[in-house]
């Protein structure tokens, strides 16, 4: 898979704010729409790109774990997130969609509906649901898009709708609504010297019977929480994957131990 930087794609620095990242977004949208661009194969491949690009840095949790792989990576940090995310990961609950209809609305273009279906193929279909007083919009993917296989809407569920609403929005669309996993919470246990100054440390996870290696940054604290984002409980129907936290514990010297012992004894 070829490299690239969502930062180079957009024309942006790291620092950009959303305004930014929107505007940038939006100008390179309407440069590289296909109806302006008599179907120019090469043209239609940037402006997947660029959706792409929008898509995540849009986000704040998923811009967060790209700029945490740049830095861990440097340049082979899109093939990470790449096989971290897949399509429907990444434009779950993106506004792609509003903007492409702004366009078509000022400018006579086609809509997100038929540009994405000739982008990404049959897989995608816009969805909109209004009925008993439930309104809901989104994306569903069918079949192969993405690494993902399935019938899901991008998005969750509709702000504010409870259990009751969303089983009946499943009931009367046919829609399985993604469910994001839950987080795992663990405790390591880390000598006092190695938490000064930090390193690789090895950790099994048990809930996955995986091992992995953590990166503990130097002057970690007791009590201090260290998140590994998508490696919690597995979500449902193309749901996002939760996060691992690892509270950390110093490790106590055995004469400090003792010590507090004797004390703990004698004070009964």
């Keep these: 898979m070829a490299q690239q930087d969502y930062y180079e794609v957009l024309g942006i620095d790291r620092e950009a704010d959303a305004r930014t990242i929107k505007e940038a977004y939006r100008e390179l949208a309407f440069k ?22 929008y898509a995540v840095l849009s986000n704040v949790e998923k811009r967060r774990d790209y700029d945490s792989m740049r830095n861990r990576f440097g340049d082979n940090a899109y093939g990470q997130f790449r096989n971290a995310y897949t399509e429907q990961d990444i434009f779950n609950g993106s506004d792609v969609h509003q903007i492409f209809e702004e366009m078509a609305r000022s400018f006579g273009l086609r809509g997100v509906d038929s540009i994405f ?19 809901g919009k989104g994306f569903i993917y069918r079949g192969g898009f993405g690494k993902r296989r399935g019938k899901a809407m991008a998005g969750g569920a509709p702000p504010g709708v409870g259990k009751l609403a969303t089983y009946l929005l499943q009931k009367v669309t046919g829609v399985s609504l993604p ?27 048990h809930r996955r019977s995986k091992k992995l290696v953590v990166n503990i940054p130097s002057g970690t604290r007791e009590g201090q929480q260290i998140r590994l984002s ?25 004469l400090k131990k003792a010590k507090d012992f004797i004390v703990s004894v004698i004070g009964r």
């Design 117 to 135: 279906s000739d982008f990404y193929g049959s897989g995608y279909k816009q969805f909109e649901f209004k009925q008993h007083g439930l309104h």
């Design 179 to 205: 469910q994001a996993g839950t987080d795992i919470h663990d405790t390591i246990r880390l000598g006092r010297e190695f938490a000064r100054t930090g390193g690789p440390y090895p950790y099994h996870h």
């Design 32 to 53: 590289y729409h296909p109806d302006r661009n008599d179907k120019n194969p090469e043209t239609a491949e940037m402006m997947k790109r660029v959706n792409e690009a």
């Design 230 to 254: 998508g490696m919690g409980a597995p979500g449902k129907n193309g749901g996002p994957t939760g996060d691992l936290y690892l509270k950390v514990k110093i490790k106590q010297p055995i």
